[in-house]
């Protein structure tokens, strides 16, 4: 199972916000395992920090915006899809003011700053939230849509249409986060020129000019007024009878805008707080439905905070029951686990057959079948001993007794025919052979019993 990642180094990034026009100075930082993305304004007092998650979002019409209290941050979302698309679990992020420098208007320069200090390792596994069922949201007043669809990893098409010659119809496809730096990265945000004039004259964007978007000249307007605003954008002046993109550099691509939209998915999913296996299909998305869709996932992982590992009957197992034997001294009718399906540095996945001519069931109950809960845990037990004895040289001479159970929940009955599906995982490092453990059984995708209990490791007479 992959594992969690921080930065290699520190980076900073220097430039002009959006909407303050200040100079800003950005720092990406490693952060500890479990840390997440969390953002420090160093120029306030305190240094109060916003964690970056969909909740903290307060608003969405200008770009993302996360606040804690009186401090606020604003246009996250380019550097937030940079980390999330290359894979870093835990950043500490740094700013000098309130918002990140616009830049180019891309993640370009994030991801190469990621790819300059490198990417490292850490200790604990990475929690993905894997989709299991279709989870979609959408907004009758706009027309849009955010679907999740079941997946191997994580990917995203999105769909945009405007009411312009130029722009009427894009869609854009990203199968794998490892061509986010080759294929979306580089895409600018785009903006109408009907958008920004009313915000100009507002002064709502005070750092903006023609390097860091694409500005769209869709529909005519007086010549006036366009030369007016390209003074105010400090380009040269055009002919207001001919359309087109304002911009002196060419688009990376002819679908630059859509791929744009799927860079502000990534950066706003990255409020979710856990990387996510499921395809996503966007239809006209923005920042709103976005985090709307990201506080809906947040939501759905909380309900199922615990998800059941995949099994596939079809894969060949680690340990079958013959290999299980080399481990555990026990033998029928006590060997409780059947095979391994993964295991990790801190984890384990097993699997027991439940069958009706289990030995206890002729007296737990005739009339009514049912698993003794004690065997649920001696179960779970012997899974966890597999993991500790796999970790050790001469496995076979050694044992794991209990110390200690606690915490133990019964959530539904175990009867004949089920599949006993075990996740046992380390709740810290093996100390002077004791080993602490947190364990769950489940029955398809429903938790049915759950257990902390503690071990000791004993090497045999």
């Not at 869709?293 to 059941?308: H, Y």
């Not at 290999?323 to 026990?330: E, G, T, V």
């Not at 686990?337 to 737990?364: C, L, P, R």
């Amino acid at each position: 199972m992959a594992k969690q990642t921080t930065l290699g180094g520190s980076f900073s990034l220097y430039g002009k916000g959006l909407h303050t026009g200040l100079a800003l100075t950005v720092t990406f930082n490693p952060a500890p395992e479990n840390h997440g993305y969390k953002i420090q304004r160093i120029d306030l007092e305190g240094e109060p920090i916003i964690e970056a998650i969909a909740e903290n979002v307060i608003d969405t019409s200008r770009g993302t915006v996360v606040a804690k209290g009186e401090a606020r941050c604003s246009t996250i979302e380019h550097g937030l899809a940079a980390l999330y698309a290359l894979g870093i679990d835990n950043c500490l992020i740094q700013v000098n003011g309130p918002e990140f420098p616009i830049l180019d208007g891309s993640s370009k320069h994030y991801v190469e700053n990621i790819q300059r200090v490198g990417i490292e390792e850490q200790n604990a596994e990475k929690d993905y939230y894997i989709i299991k069922k279709k989870i979609e949201f959408h907004d009758k007043k706009t027309g849009s849509s955010i679907v999740i669809l079941p997946d191997e990893q994580f990917s995203i098409t999105a769909m945009i249409s405007f009411e312009s010659q130029l722009i009427n119809s894009q869609f854009a496809t990203l199968d794998s986060m490892s061509d986010f730096a080759s294929e979306i990265s580089s895409a600018r945000t785009f903006v109408f020129v009907r958008e920004i004039e009313p915000l100009l004259n507002l002064g709502l964007i005070k750092g903006g000019d023609l390097d860091n978007a694409i500005v769209i000249y869709e529909r005519e307007m007086p010549q006036e007024a366009l030369d007016k605003l390209a003074d105010t954008l400090k380009v040269e002046h055009r002919d207001a009878t001919k359309l087109g993109y304002l911009n002196s550099k060419p688009l990376v691509w002819p679908n630059e805008p859509a791929r744009h939209k799927i860079l502000d998915i990534i950066g706003d999913m990255a409020l979710i707080g856990r990387p996510i296996k499921g395809r996503i299909i966007a239809t006209r998305p923005g920042h709103t439905i976005n985090n709307k869709f990201a506080r809906q996932m947040r939501k759905e992982i909380r309900k199922n905070e615990v998800q059941a590992p995949i099994y596939d009957a079809n894969e060949e197992p680690l340990m079958d029951v013959n290999k299980i034997r080399n481990l555990l001294p026990h033998r029928y009718p006590m060997q409780l686990v059947d095979k391994v399906i993964e295991m990790g540095s801190n984890y384990i996945v097993a699997v027991k057959n439940v069958t009706s001519n289990e030995e206890f069931f002729q007296g737990h109950f005739p009339q009514e079948p049912v698993m003794p809960g004690v065997l649920q845990i001696e179960a779970m037990a012997q899974a966890g001993g597999l993991l500790v004895l796999s970790s050790v040289e001469e496995p076979e001479r050694w044992s794991t007794y209990f110390l200690r159970i606690n915490d133990v929940k019964f959530r539904r009955k175990v009867v004949p025919g089920d599949t006993l599906i075990f996740r046992v995982e380390l709740m810290a490092p093996i100390r002077h052979g004791i080993s602490t453990m947190r364990g769950y059984v489940f029955v398809g995708e429903t938790v049915v019993m759950e257990a902390t209990f503690t071990a000791q490791i004993v090497k045999n007479k």
